[in-house]
């Protein structure tokens, strides 16, 4: 071979190679993401930009998130198996201390969203935990807390 042929070769290995990379970068998020949140990444709460007035929060595990809504505060969360109930926990800041506001027990169909209907929500940002429950009482699953921030207009 040619000393150009050869340069050719090695450059289109060399583009093959990284295209393959980024590839596989990106077929292991498609794979280990549920199909519900491929469509929109939320950022977390320590990924706030100015460029959303009033985004949507979620925690690093993506397991609990919520956003604004003027006059209220709307929270969804992941449920946990063995779970019968839901206790949902606020503060001012994200180190607590949490007070519990509101407790969501199974029905038929136990729900995994709540809403905090409050005036704060327009004035002051809003630490939320969440903890599941079993039959029993006892703690199975702690949800990293969040805190959605204040209303912007």
């Given at each position: 071979m040619n000393?150009?042929?050869?340069?050719?070769?090695?450059?289109?290995?060399?583009?093959?190679?990284?295209?393959?990379?980024?590839?596989?970068?990106?077929?292991?998020?498609?794979?280990?993401?549920?199909a519900s949140r491929k469509t929109s990444p939320t950022p977390t709460s320590n990924e706030l930009t100015t460029k959303v007035k009033n985004p949507t929060i979620a925690n690093s595990a993506n397991d609990l998130v919520g956003n604004n809504?003027?006059?209220?505060?709307?929270?969804?969360?992941?449920?946990?198996?063995?779970?019968?109930?839901?206790?949902?926990f606020r503060s001012d800041f994200i180190s607590g201390p949490f007070v519990e506001f509101r407790r969501i027990r199974a029905g038929i169909e136990i729900r995994a969203n709540t809403e905090d209907i409050t005036p704060d929500a327009r004035t002051k940002t809003l630490c939320y935990k969440i903890e599941a429950r079993d039959i029993a009482g006892k703690i199975i699953r702690i949800y990293e807390p969040i805190c959605v921030p204040k209303w912007q207009e």
């Open positions: 000393k150009k042929v050869l340069f050719f070769v090695v450059i289109i290995i060399a583009v093959i190679s990284i295209s393959a990379y980024f590839w596989l970068q990106k077929a292991d998020v498609l794979i280990s993401t549920p809504n003027l006059e209220s505060i709307g929270l969804i969360w992941d449920r946990e198996e063995g779970a019968v109930e839901y206790v949902i």
